[in-house]
């Protein structure tokens, strides 16, 4: 087994079981952003619903609306008691649930503009001043002036400053009512409606302007840019949007836009009685005249009260068609209805701000709900973007997508005839709830133990694969270190057992036999002290003892180990240091210095400087410090916390110069570890150090 095949194997296998686990969190988070992203769609389909409930109660509202109601007066009751009243639509300043409404308007056949706030005679009579009549006709020329401005009614100022270049019926609706203008005849005509217009009708000039409101709807697709926004001008298109689609949001509401419009139902035209007072020549009477007032008059006048009771009054059958909406090219909000009366033809609607009629009618329903902090709502009318409003929120969550798309939610679009504005929901946001959090940290706690079980996995094949490695290097270590002392044993004594050596030469054989016997007996002692040691069938006999007393007995050792070598020991120590005493084994730490000046002499074989250094001091924080210092080429620092490991060996097994089995400095370690001590080493200039401390006792 080598390290490159490990790693093969472990990445095998950690892929395996990684590539599962990855799939199982994505899918298990993905649901629940599925299930997170149709909560919130679910939301932005209530919320749609109930903009459209709003939308739906003012159309509602509006669609009632009699045609009577668009002008200054009408009339309540039976025929037989008939009493004249001021529209609802004519009070002053408007007053309407309608947001942004600059106000009602009518245009008749001919093309002429009329509106229910602007009485057309007796405005005296009616308790308006003139101060408040000129700022009803300043209303009616704003109103003009963007219908002008749109080409759907003539401009007629009604500013006027001098009386004789004033209208008739503006000049009779400023003077004072006169009671014999009430001409009491009644008269009732009832005429059926024609709503088709034949070609001869559509050339007339005098429809052209009530035809461009049949163009309305093709023409507002280019009013977008005369549209005036805060905050959203130059959007551009939905299309620009690039709305990403991540979870089919888009199929789903393309479906469910099919199955509305097979459901939807479409409006009727409706047919009315509406009851008019003639106006043509005659003058109303007051509207607002109370009980007393007419008692005081029919006092004064008796023929009063019957002559106004008699106010000639017209009914008509009338159609009015649904109502319709577009944007017109001054980017006003248009909400109109034809009505068809005596073969004649009327439009009848209102102008809207567009900023103030959404804003009122949308983003508070948008704002208080919970679906703002998270999403984006866009309004588009025929699909250009009107108006954005922004999450409240910062970007949590962006769906997947190389170009930064959102997220596109929910898309609707309003009851008719709004039909053009639709609504556009896109996440800034999805927050996936509490078990997301489990989730990921679930995913982290196995991405952790597989990580740190591929790499404890892998660090202890790595050290296995090592170990074997040294195993056999000591074992051939261990081989040569046995075969090469015993060969010269046996060579030297052979020779002695044959007589082939004189006198002079049987000391020297008989050193190096007694000097090689000892070598094989420490390599043989390391060994098995080291086994035992590996196996904890070993402790420390320990003494107290003092310094002086183990320098003395450990003296004759050193010296002898050191006296075939060539090399000399230098053994110092401090006074304070001889009288520490130390709890100890004192054949432990023979051993330890044994191998220490050993592996010194091994490695400075080849110094200049022959000398073996071992010196004892006591340090500063009451510890006692021996040294073991050669002159030698030292140790490479990469190899300093290696070189204390079992069978490590800083030379190449086939190309080492020194003998040694790797395993003196990892017993010297062992040893001194065992003794409460510490081992460490250090680079001199030139040589190395090996520095051992231990406690002193007392």
Request: charged share 25%; aromatic share 8%; net charge negative.
């Amino acid at each position: 087994m080598s390290l490159r095949r490990l790693r093969i194997l472990l990445l095998l296998f950690f892929v395996a079981l990684a590539a599962p686990t990855i799939v199982l969190v994505y899918q298990a988070y993905g649901q629940l952003k599925w299930e997170a992203f149709h909560q919130h769609q679910q939301l932005a389909r209530e919320m749609a619903l109930r903009i459209d409930t709003r939308f739906n109660d003012l159309i509602a509202r509006e669609e009632s609306r009699s045609f009577s109601d668009y002008s200054f007066l009408n009339v309540t009751g039976s025929e037989g008691s008939s009493f004249l009243q001021r529209s609802p639509l004519s009070g002053f300043p408007l007053e309407s649930d309608i947001p942004g409404l600059v106000g009602y308007f009518q245009v008749d056949a001919q093309n002429q503009l009329a509106t229910p706030i602007v009485p057309q005679s007796n405005a005296t009579g009616y308790g308006i001043s003139a101060i408040e009549f000129d700022q009803r006709v300043a209303l009616e020329n704003r109103i003009r002036d963007i219908l002008d401005q749109n080409r759907l009614v003539k401009k007629t100022d009604k500013s006027f400053d001098d009386a004789a270049a004033m209208p008739q019926s503006i000049a009779r609706a400023m003077e004072p009512a006169s009671g014999s203008e009430y001409e009491v005849e009644a008269e009732e005509s009832v005429e059926s409606n024609q709503p088709a217009l034949s070609p001869a009708e559509i050339a007339d000039s005098s429809l052209q302007g009530q035809l461009v409101f049949d163009q309305l709807k093709s023409k507002s697709k280019n009013n977008m840019s005369n549209f005036e926004s805060d905050s959203s001008a130059g959007l551009g298109r939905v299309d620009d949007l690039k709305l990403g689609d991540n979870y089919g949001a888009a199929a789903q509401q393309t479906e469910k836009l099919s199955e509305q419009k097979e459901r939807k139902v479409v409006k009727q035209s409706r047919r009315e009685m509406a009851v008019l007072p003639q106006t043509l020549d005659e003058e109303m009477a007051p509207v607002d005249m109370d009980e007393q007032r007419l008692a005081k008059d029919e006092r004064e006048d008796p023929g009063l009260l019957e002559r106004q009771q008699a106010v000639r009054i017209q009914t008509f059958e009338t159609e009015v068609d649904p109502l319709e909406f577009s944007l017109l090219d001054s980017g006003h909000f248009v909400l109109f209805r034809r009505v068809w009366r005596d073969g004649d033809r009327f439009v009848q609607g209102m102008l809207l701000e567009p900023q103030v009629f959404v804003d009122r009618l949308i983003a508070p329903v948008f704002r208080e709900s919970v679906l703002s902090s998270m999403s984006d709502l866009v309004l588009a009318y025929q699909g250009d973007v009107i108006k954005v409003y922004n999450a409240r929120y910062a970007r949590d969550y962006v769906p997947a997508s190389t170009t930064g798309e959102n997220e596109l939610l929910y898309t609707s679009r309003l009851v008719a005839p709004f039909g053009d504005i639709e609504l556009i929901f896109s996440l800034a946001r999805l927050p996936v709830g509490a078990g997301s959090k489990v989730i990921v940290w679930v995913a982290i706690i196995i991405g952790i133990v597989l990580l740190s079980g591929f790499f404890m996995l892998y660090r202890l094949g790595a050290r296995q694969i090592a170990l074997g490695q040294q195993q056999q290097d000591f074992v051939s270590a261990v081989s040569h270190e046995l075969k090469t002392p015993l060969t010269s044993i046996r060579m030297y004594g052979e020779m002695l057992r044959e007589g082939w050596a004189d006198e002079t030469r049987k000391k020297s054989y008989y050193d190096f036999i007694f000097n090689e016997s000892e070598r094989l007996s420490r390599l043989i002692n390391n060994v098995l002290h080291l086994a035992r040691m590996t196996r904890n069938e070993q402790k420390p006999d320990r003494k107290e003892v003092s310094v002086e007393e183990l320098l003395a007995e450990l003296r004759p050792k050193l010296d002898s180990q050191l006296e075939s070598t060539g090399f000399s020991l230098e053994l110092e120590c401090a006074d304070q240091a001889r009288t520490a005493k130390l709890s100890i084994d004192s054949d432990w730490l023979t051993q330890v210095l044994i191998n220490l000046i050993d592996n010194a002499v091994k490695f400075s074989a080849s110094a200049e400087l022959k000398t073996v250094q071992l010196h004892c001091r006591l340090l500063q924080d009451g510890r006692l410090q021996f040294s073991v210092r050669d002159y030698g080429p030292g140790v490479a620092k990469d190899q300093m916390k290696k070189i204390f490991k079992l069978f490590y060996r800083s030379e190449n097994e086939l190309t080492r110069e020194t003998v040694g089995t790797g395993i003196g400095l990892a017993l010297v370690h062992q040893l001194v570890v065992g003794m409460d001590g510490e081992v460490d080493v250090v680079n001199c200039e030139p040589g190395v150090e090996f520095r051992i401390r231990f406690p002193v006792v007392g």
